[in-house]
């Protein structure tokens, strides 16, 4: 199974955020909600006085959001992306919160959390990624990390790679930056709150009574099948 | 109750339960590829050919439709100049076709409001009006007529607008840019006799060196940044020159920073330079050029230090540049827009022809001068005069008809695009207002309605077919991708129903732009290789020009090898009598200058963002304004200190002739002194984040030969209470 990952070169961002606004139209965001960013930072080391950065999830091999989501909505992939069941998902916001990069929302309208997911439904169809594609300077570089014949596995392979994480508990992101990338030092591990985390404890319960019902269903399943419930004496009325 | 369940009974509900389960783990596995089946409603039904209506990089698109609405676009990764890479403002079409707030009805101006009328009533209006006007004024009549463009539709639409004003007896046509950016283009038609870049743009990398003098390519074009990569990544040395550090900055290995307006300055120095350290290629110059001794002595009094005082510049920063240059085997120099920008941007133009001329750099690879305000294919003048006859006379500028207007003396004027694109935006409001009757071609509530007598909506590009041309001459080919709501009609379709009612019997006969490609294809030579089928064929089109379908695309330097230019006499003349020397002059207004204000110390400048086009559309996009925060004023923070001005704090732009509001934003990426401002806000923009004054409202009409001046006033900030 493919291991997709995003490698970005900032030096070749100029934040024109033609990515921003692709990802939204073809995934179908509302305006004023975003699934990628460029991050603007004064940089007086810059040549344009400004260190651009891209970003989206950065698709963690220990996602916290994964951890925090009650439901399971959230899972991580075989191929390494992290996504959202949105029939699962109970909106909660557990997983918008303890983020460290700030790369889900709560959609207004559907309540439910939403983040990138490297375009999924198009990659379906053939297409790269809405932001890579629409990057004039091929900023953003996505493929298959374990091909070695994919153009990110062979820029992966030949470029220093720099991971922007928090400084403690490092959910180890595989979104990756080629070279040097600033700023490092944004992200924040981030508690999850108290009520949340109490939704979590009750939603293990609810799990918990869930698998002592199937246990019950299990019980009953073996014993229909050693003693179904028809083998006893018959009724003399209905064998008539 | 006791439920009895037989054993074979049971035995089915197991195996179904267990292939269900079996199944739920295997949907599992399918989410976790990751490539989950398209959700209905994101999957496009069908994918249709077409480009962006905006700027001269001209990016083609598919764009992808569903429910007769399209919902995104993907960039042609064929196209060569673009790579399939879109900017913000292209995407922006989505949103612009399918906007609520479109008027889809013509209206008629009436003494009780707007009336809403049909598009055949409106079509006879018009008629009558042009009909009328020429049975007043006779053959007089040439001068009462103007049309503005741009029609941000396609060539065939230029075309129709074009036939029926020459039919209807006029001449005035106000063409793209003709106000703000022509300079450069009507020198190189002077001076090189060609009124487009001397290049294409993929030979930038052939360069040794790279001069962007004021072209801000990736905040204005961003996708011809992808140009700049490939130059970078191939050792190409590029220099900028701008008095503002931008997103091109990132691309560039130096940058000079002189006061806005010097560049031809610097350019005059370099010559004087080239010239002095033997560097000047004395055999090319006598080959190819005239008057030298003249530009000789033009350029005599600029050494570095008198160009240093002048643009700011250290002498050693100005030496260095100079060296750089006169040691390239190989330089292009990117005009940028602005330097039309200003009085005396024509002297600019020159100087900086000038100085690639004595080096040898005008003709062959790597050589040249590139704009993004050119790149018309030739023709269009040929096929209107064979169609509908010569032109009864010459056309104005602006600025004259500006004069004509403010004499009652314009009839009829169809007005295509913003008048806030030009200066002194409150006096042309007025102008406007003593036209007999303005017809305006727009899309949504603007203020270009303050001064409409009547109104027909007009389609945004992807609701026609027709074709277009970049800034590498490269015509390419749009189909119709959606219907256009209630009356909304293209140009095409609009110019050639009015034609058809004042000349039956000349107008041209077609039914479709297809039919007056043909038409046009069969009618210019120099288009005859460029055939529907090749351009609906390609991702990027035809390059102009193509006598047969197998001439050779003419890409890369347009001047022959010898280096002899397209002029009649093959040679480039330094010193035309009709321009006369060259001699440079602050901007009018400028703080620096001799007509200074004392109250007005700071130089204002004001530019495109990457947001932004024209007043009219761009303005009217969530999809946009979400990536803006209002008018603001870009300043050092040395400048706003002296003015007790503070980072984000309100503010008011002043100049002799207005105010607006904005929102001081401190970076030290501007020069001291300077005061740069977005060019395209519109006080009609339903989104405050785009929402303002237009800049042009407090400029005075100052102009040159070509071009209006819309930077370099001297202007002042005070804080708001």
């Known amino acids: 199974m493919a291991r997709y990952v995003m490698a970005v070169d900032t030096s070749r961002c100029m934040n024109c955020r033609a990515c921003i606004l692709a990802c939204q139209q073809r995934n179908g965001l509302r305006y004023g909600y975003y699934r990628n960013w460029v991050r603007r930072t004064p940089d007086a080391g810059s040549p344009s006085g400004f260190a651009f950065q891209p970003g989206s999830c950065m698709q963690c091999e220990n996602p916290p959001c994964v951890a925090a989501c009650p439901t399971l909505a959230t899972y991580k992939g075989k191929d390494g992306v992290v996504r959202v069941d949105k029939e699962r998902c109970i909106g909660c916001g557990s997983c918008v919160s303890v983020c460290p990069y700030g790369a889900r929302y709560r959609d207004p309208v559907l309540g439910v959390a939403d983040k990138c997911d490297y375009c999924a439904p198009s990659r379906a169809l053939g297409l790269e990624p809405a932001c890579v594609q629409a990057c004039a300077t091929r900023a953003r570089i996505f493929g298959d990390a374990d091909d070695p014949n994919d153009p990110v596995a062979k820029i992966l392979a030949v470029r220093k790679v ?10 180890k992101p595989t ?66 | ?45 069908r994918s249709v050919k077409s480009y962006c209506p905006f700027c001269q990089v ?51 101006r009436t003494a009780s409001g707007w009336q809403t009328i049909s598009y055949a009533a409106a079509v006879d209006l018009v008629a009558e009006k042009l009909t009328a006007a020429r049975a007043k004024h006779g053959p007089a009549v040439a001068q009462r007529l103007a049309l503005t463009a741009p029609l941000w539709d396609c060539r065939e639409s230029e075309l129709a607008a074009l036939m029926t004003l020459r039919l209807a007896g006029g001449v005035n046509v106000m063409h793209s840019g003709e106000v703000c950016i022509s300079t450069a283009s009507s020198m190189f038609s002077t001076l090189l006799g060609t009124g487009n870049s001397t290049t294409t743009v993929n030979q930038i990398v052939n360069a040794a060196t790279v001069v962007l003098f004021g072209a801000n390519i990736s905040e204005t074009y961003p996708p011809y940044s992808r140009w700049l990569d490939k130059a970078r990544a191939a050792g190409v040395n590029i220099l900028y020159v701008d008095c503002r550090k931008t997103q091109t900055s990132g691309f560039c290995s130096r ?40 530009l000789t002595k033009d350029v005599a009094g600029y050494d570095p230090a008198k160009v240093a ?13 100079y060296r750089t240059l006169a040691a390239s085997r190989r330089t292009i120099v990117w005009l940028g827009g602005s330097l039309s920008r200003y009085a005396g941007g024509s002297t600019t ?29 030739e023709g269009e003048d040929e096929f209107i005069d064979h169609v509908c006859g010569p032109a009864p006379g010459s056309g104005v500028n602006f600025r004259r008809l500006l004069a004509a207007m403010k004499k009652d003396a314009v009839d009829v004027l169809f007005l295509n695009s913003s008048y806030r694109r030009y200066p002194d935006g409150n006096g042309v409001r007025e102008a406007l207002k003593s036209v007999g009757f303005v017809v305006h071609r727009g899309f949504f509530p603007t203020e270009e309605l303050d001064v409409t007598h009547l109104f027909v909506p007009a389609t945004f590009s992807p609701e026609s077919q027709g074709s277009h041309y970049g800034a590498e001459k490269q015509v390419v080919w749009r189909d119709k991708c959606v219907d256009a709501p209630g009356s909304c009609v293209p140009d095409w ?106 109250k007005y110390p700071l130089i204002l400048i004001q530019g495109k963002i990457v947001t932004q086009w024209q007043q009219t559309l761009t303005n009217f996009a969530a999809s946009l304004a979400q990536f803006s925060s209002g008018r603001y004023v870009l300043l050092h923070p040395d400048t706003a200190r002296g003015l007790g001005i503070g980072q984000g704090e309100e503010v008011l732009l002043e100049t002799a002739f207005g105010s607006v509001e904005a929102r001081a934003e401190l970076a030290g990426t501007i020069l001291p002194g300077v005061v740069f401002t977005p060019s395209h806000f519109a006080g009609s923009s339903p989104f405050p984040q785009t929402r303002s004054t237009p800049i042009n409202d407090i400029l005075p009409n100052y102009w040159d030969r070509v071009s209006a001046q819309f930077n370099g006033l001297g202007c002042t900030l005070k804080k708001r209470t």
Request: with cysteine; glycine share 10%; hydrophobic share 35%.
């Open chain 2, 255 to 294: 940058q000079l920073m002189p006061l806005p307006g010097t560049d031809g300055v610097l350019a005059l120095g370099a010559v004087k330079y080239f010239i002095d350290s033997g560097a000047c290629d004395q055999d090319y110059v006598a080959r190819t050029t005239t008057g030298f001794d003249t």
């Open chain 2, 58 to 108: 001209r990016c083609t698109y598919q764009a992808q439709i569903r429910d007769g609405k399209i919902v995104s676009l993907i960039g042609e990764s064929g196209n060569r100049w673009t790579g399939g890479g879109m900017c913000p403002k292209c995407m922006s079409i989505v949103e612009l076709v399918n906007s609520p707030r479109r008027i889809t009805e013509p209206r008629l």
């Open chain 2, 493 to 598: 379709q609009f110019y050639r129903d009015v034609g058809r009612k004042i000349a039956p019997d000349r107008y041209p006969k077609f039914d479709s732009p297809e039919e007056l490609f043909e038409l046009f294809r069969q009618t210019v030579p120099s288009w005859r290789g460029i055939t529907l089928e090749r351009l609906k064929a390609s991702p990027d089109g035809v390059v102009w020009p193509a006598e047969s379908e197998d001439a050779p695309e003419r890409t890369g330097s347009l001047f022959p090898e010898d280096g002899r230019m397209l002029t009649a006499n093959g040679r480039h003349d330094f010193a035309p009598k009709m321009l006369g020397p060259i001699v440079w002059s602050p901007p009018k207004g400028s703080p620096k200058g001799p007509d200074r204000d004392e």
């Open chain 2, 349 to 377: 133009i020159r100087a900086i022809i000038a100085m690639q001329a004595v080096l040898n750099n005008l003709a062959g690879p790597g050589k040249g001068l590139l704009t993004m305000e050119g790149g018309k294919p």
């Open chain 2, 1 to 45: 109750m006791k439920t009895a369940v037989s054993r074979r009974t049971f035995i089915k509900l197991g195996v179904t339960s267990v292939s269900g389960a079996l199944l739920s783990e295997s949907g599992t596995d399918a989410r976790a590829m990751g490539t989950a089946s398209v959700p209905p409603n994101l999957a496009p039904e």
């Open chain 2, 309 to 321: 005082s002048l643009t700011g510049l250290s002498p050693a920063e100005i030496e260095d540049f």
């Open chain 1, 175 to 240: 979104q990756v930056y080629l070279g040097e990338t600033k700023p490092t030092d944004w992200p924040r591990t981030t508690a999850l709150a108290a009520p949340l985390a109490m939704m979590h404890v009750v939603a293990g319960a609810v799990r918990w009574l869930g698998a002592l019902s199937l246990f019950g269903v299990v019980g009953v399943f073996l014993k229909e099948l050693v003693l179904p419930s028809g083998s006893g004496p018959r009724d003399p009325d209905k064998t008539a």
């Open chain 1, 162 to 171: 720099t991971r922007v994480e928090p400084p403690e508990h490092s959910p």
